[in-house]
């Protein structure tokens, strides 16, 4: 008995560096929002792995995966997407995503030729995952 958990310790230590970040910026309430989720799976990793949960409930609720991303650039910014519940999403500086929470639709787009207006980015706040508004975003009163 007194070798299984001799044996747990090192798997124990494996997952210590693990480490599992969500952060939301709710549209409408609880039922209506943008979910970052990034894991970095082993202390080693020097990336994160990313999804995307969009929700509108009851209608629907996915998760999409993102490209991975390095610890440092680990950050998505939220854009106005033109239309009612379309959103832009940028992974770091360069990976682009169009999400649409009536009918929970997500798709990797091109860069758009202008930039539109910043919503907001979920981004490291200190020692926490969270999703910070823009200056502009509440000064006009966007949701």
């Known amino acids: 008995m007194t070798r299984y958990p001799r044996l747990l310790l090192p798997l124990a230590l494996l997952l210590a560096g693990c480490e599992i970040d ?7 309430g609880k039922d209506h929002a943008l979910t970052i989720s990034r894991e970095k799976p082993y202390f080693w990793s020097d990336q994160y792995e990313m999804d995307v949960i969009v929700s509108r409930m009851p209608s629907c609720q996915r998760r999409y995966d993102m490209k991975p991303a390095r610890l440092t650039t680990a950050f998505v910014t939220v854009f106005e997407g033109g239309e009612p519940n379309r959103y832009l999403l940028r992974q770091g500086s360069s990976r682009w995503y169009a999400v649409n929470t009536n009918d929970c639709v997500f798709a990797v787009i091109q ?4 930039e ?11 020692e926490q995952f969270t999703f910070v508004r823009s200056k502009q975003a509440e000064a006009s009163g966007a949701r």
């Open 111 to 114: 860069k758009p030729q202008v």
């Open 22 to 28: 969500n952060a939301a910026y709710m549209i409408e």
């Open 116 to 126: 539109p207006p910043v919503i907001g980015v979920f981004r490291d706040q200190g």
